[in-house]
């Protein structure tokens, strides 16, 4: 793959953790190391190495990151110590700002819609109405199929103290200083955004 830096440029600029794409040897350990590894479209290594080839659209649009579960393993085994996790989270956190990430995307749909909006009402994550508001995003008669072919996983997950079945728990001790913490985090971003423009 030929090198054309321009793309790499803006990554290291803007894409959180990005500039570490640098240290990345080609090593391959990372896309060995990946439990999702063979269902992504690209992996962590062919990543990079498409930011350094200047394959904007192709890395941007990619579903790849979309699918990390932040398990750390390939951290933990990267020669180059690169914060892999972090700069894939960056790279679809880029790909929203651009406008390029795919908003049907699975992943992408749960982490950016259904898991924050259900944090951020109480400050915890309620399972079952998470699960319930994921299951019905494509209407109800989707949400009432899943729901039916979920149900033995559901039910083994409350017998086991996996799930909470109670739908809708009250706010967290410490409320108001959730929502001032998120409220400092919006206006850290945006001034970062308008030092970027
Ligand atoms: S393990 Fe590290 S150095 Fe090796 S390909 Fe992955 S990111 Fe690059
Ligand atoms: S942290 Fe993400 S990229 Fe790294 S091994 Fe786990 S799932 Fe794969």
């Known amino acids: 793959m030929a090198y054309d830096l321009s793309f790499a440029r803006e990554v290291y600029k803007n894409s959180e953790m990005g500039h570490w794409i640098k240290m990345c040897m080609q090593c391959g350990v990372c896309a060995g190391s ?3 590894g ?3 479209e690209h992996s962590p290594r062919q990543l990079f190495q498409m ?3 200047g394959k904007k659209e192709e890395v941007l649009k990619s579903s790849s990151m979309w699918m990390c579960t932040s398990c750390y393993n390939c951290i933990v085994r990267c020669p180059r110590h690169l914060p892999i996790t972090h700069i894939v989270h960056g790279l679809a956190r880029y790909a ?3 406008g390029m990430a795919n908003p049907q995307q699975p992943t992408h749909r749960f982490a950016s819609k259904v898991f924050w909006e259900n944090i951020v009402a109480t400050g915890r994550v309620g399972e079952a109405g998470l699960t319930m508001k994921l299951y019905f995003l494509d209407g109800l008669g989707a949400g009432i ?5 979920m149900k ?4 083994g997950m409350v017998k086991t103290g996996r799930l909470n079945p ?3 728990r009250g706010k967290i001790k410490g ?3 959730f929502q001032a913490m998120l409220q400092k985090a919006a206006a850290i971003e945006s001034k970062h955004k308008e030092a970027k423009a």
């Open 51 to 53: 930011v350094r080839a």
């Open 152 to 155: 033995d996983v559901a039910l």
């Open 96 to 98: 929203m700002e651009q």
């Open 38 to 40: 063979p269902h992504w």
């Open 175 to 177: 409320y108001a200083g």
């Open 34 to 36: 990946c439990p999702l």
């Open 145 to 149: 199929r899943m729901g039916l072919e």
């Open 166 to 168: 109670i739908p809708f």
